[in-house]
């Protein structure tokens, strides 16, 4: 059964960063395609990054050069270090994987129940 539980959410000014980590079991990270999402009060989920089995990465154009998606085999984790934060990052953080490659669109099977990050400014 395949599971995803995100850590590493928290409160940060502007400026600030954080790490966020999804660690998964019953399957391997590195099999999956991955994807990290975020969906602030009252706005629809939105894809934030994607990583393919091949390791390819894929970045909404909002956190380009500010956001890094990686994964750990060793570790099984999947991981979103976040720098530059803005107040308009502040929301739920959910990570998802499926055996399709659905990039940044909100159509994985697997998703975890999300941590909350919020940016003051």
């Known amino acids: 059964q395949v599971q995803l539980v995100e850590s590493g959410g928290g409160s940060v000014q502007s400026g600030g960063s954080l790490r966020l980590s999804c660690a998964a079991s019953?399957?391997?990270?590195?099999?999956?395609?991955m994807g990290w999402f975020r969906q602030a009060p009252g706005k629809e989920r939105e894809g934030v990054a994607a990583?393919?089995?091949?390791?390819?990465?894929t970045y909404a154009d909002s956190v380009k050069g500010r956001f890094t998606i990686s994964r750990d085999g060793a570790k099984n984790t999947l991981y979103l270090q976040m720098t530059s934060l803005k107040s308009e990052d502040t929301a739920m953080y959910y990570c998802?994987?499926?055996?399709?490659?659905?990039?940044?669109?909100?159509?994985?099977?697997?998703w975890g129940q999300g941590t909350q990050v919020t940016v003051s400014s």
């Open positions: 019953g399957y391997a990270v590195s099999s999956y395609y």
């Open positions: 990583i393919d089995i091949w390791g390819t990465t």
């Open positions: 998802a994987a499926d055996r399709v490659n659905w990039l940044l669109l909100p159509s994985y099977i697997y």
